[in-house]
């Protein structure tokens, strides 16, 4: 199993979705893999959330209000505090400028709705294996 | 004369009156019917989530209209994820009858009905369906035909290639709803779209080739690089447009080659101006592509 930060029983999770069912579906998959998951329905609540309970891994939506995907990992990526957390942006927008978007905004991974919950947490479980 | 005015604007306004009432209630009405819609997801949602991720749980007994609820989840949920969560949702559709229901809505009288029993099968995600499914695209309403080829898509049977173009080309199906379709079919359908390559109507060929160019990928180029000598103008311009997606590096030599026929002027009825038009386009997109 994956190691968490000191002083946590399960590594973190911020999942970050406007989507109502989406998130359902991914904090189910997570949480039933042993991760405690952070749920944000915007990108604001996700920056938010990001910088005050720094969680071990993101899985961000990138069609959300009030800031998008693309634009919350390169906000992360700027801050010294969440510099080094992993990303995987999973959404539908699904063309190849949109992927390279994604990677050069600075994301770790990206994987396309229609997704497959087991494909995410074999994402995350690799990820957060290697750290 | 004023009192006949009189009477008249008080029966417009009673009329008025009633109306407006009516409007109330009805908003009332829709209003409840939303609410209890909203706790009937908010009690079927974890049933759902559990039946996707292949949990093992007891089923509760559930309503009608729970049972219904339910399905328009799991349908929602078949639009959202793929592998193993799609095939757990048609096994419930199978298995809780809603996939013989929606077949047997295709031959409703309503085409509305039918209509919406085409666009059901799509989420079932049941193969099964197919055969009906193809039938619909024959049906006289061209709301079913389109829900058919939307739900072809959906269903991602590289077999399906060759009647979803037949239905693009023939405008049985609005081409928006058929191109969408098609392209859905990705990755599935480049055998059978290899093989299309070679039909004898060159619009269906023209067809598969530009199909080719969007689902494809490199490996397939050399079908379009070989129909860059078709005989129809229509499909080597969708050769050139598949090329400027899916080409090579070396392929770019064989674009360069055609412009530089056309420029030559070879005979006009060997290059139309459509070959030109998407040869320079498609040449210069690749090109910028691969910078």
């Known amino acids: 199993m994956t190691e968490s930060a000191p002083g946590r029983e399960q590594p973190v999770v911020l999942a970050a979705d406007d989507d109502e069912d989406i998130l359902a579906l991914v904090t189910f998959r997570l949480e039933r893999s042993g991760y405690t998951v952070l749920q944000a329905r915007d990108g604001a609540e996700a920056l938010e959330l990001a910088r005050g309970e720094k969680p071990d891994l993101a899985v961000l939506d990138v069609m959300m209000p009030k800031m998008d995907g693309f634009e919350l990992t390169r906000r992360l990526r700027a801050e010294e505090a969440t510099s080094k957390m992993p990303i995987i942006l999973l959404t539908a927008r699904a063309q190849d400028a949109d992927v390279q978007e994604g990677f050069d905004a600075g994301a770790d991974d990206y994987l396309r709705k229609p997704f497959s919950p087991q494909e995410l947490r074999s994402r995350v479980q690799a990820i957060l294996g290697r750290r | ?291």
């Not at chain 2, 959202?80 to 996939?99: C, P």
């Not at chain 2, 290899?194 to 039909?199: N, P, V, Y």
């Not at chain 2, 447009?241 to 080409?247: F, P, V």
């Open chain 2, 1 to 291: 004369m004023v009192r006949a005015l009189v009477v008249i604007a008080i029966v417009l306004l009673a009329v008025e009156v009633v109306l407006l009432i009516a409007l109330a209630v009805r908003r009332v009405q829709l209003a409840a019917r939303e609410r209890r819609h909203a706790e009937a997801e908010q009690r079927v949602r974890p049933l759902a989530i559990a039946l996707v991720e292949g949990e093992e749980l007891e089923r509760p007994v559930l309503s009608e209209d729970d049972q219904t609820v339910l399905a328009e989840v799991l349908s929602r949920y078949s639009r959202m994820l793929s592998g193993d969560a799609t095939a757990r949702i048609a096994e419930y559709f199978r298995s809780s009858g809603g996939l013989d229901t929606a077949v047997a809505g295709l031959r409703l009288r309503r085409a509305w009905k039918r209509a919406r029993a085409a666009y059901a099968l799509g989420d079932m995600q049941c193969a099964e369906a197919i055969p009906d499914l193809l039938a619909a695209l024959d049906d006289r309403s061209g709301e079913v035909r389109a829900a058919a080829a939307r739900s072809l898509g959906r269903l991602k049977a590289s077999d399906l290639t060759l009647p979803l173009i037949e239905a693009f080309l023939a405008r049985r199906v609005p081409r928006g709803i058929a191109g969408v379709a098609l392209v859905e079919l990705g990755p599935a359908a480049v055998p059978e779209l290899l093989r299309i390559a070679d039909h004898p109507e060159p619009q269906v060929r023209a067809t598969a080739v530009r199909l080719l160019g969007l689902v494809g990928d490199s490996g397939d180029s050399a079908v379009a690089v070989r129909a860059l000598r078709d005989p129809s103008a229509e499909v080597r311009a969708s050769a050139a447009e598949a090329l400027g997606r899916i080409g090579t590096s070396a392929s770019e030599t064989d674009l360069r080659a055609a412009l530089g026929a056309a420029n030559r002027g070879r005979a006009q009825a060997e290059f139309a101006e459509a070959d030109m038009i998407a040869a320079w386009r498609d040449l210069f997109t690749g090109l910028a592509l691969r910078r």
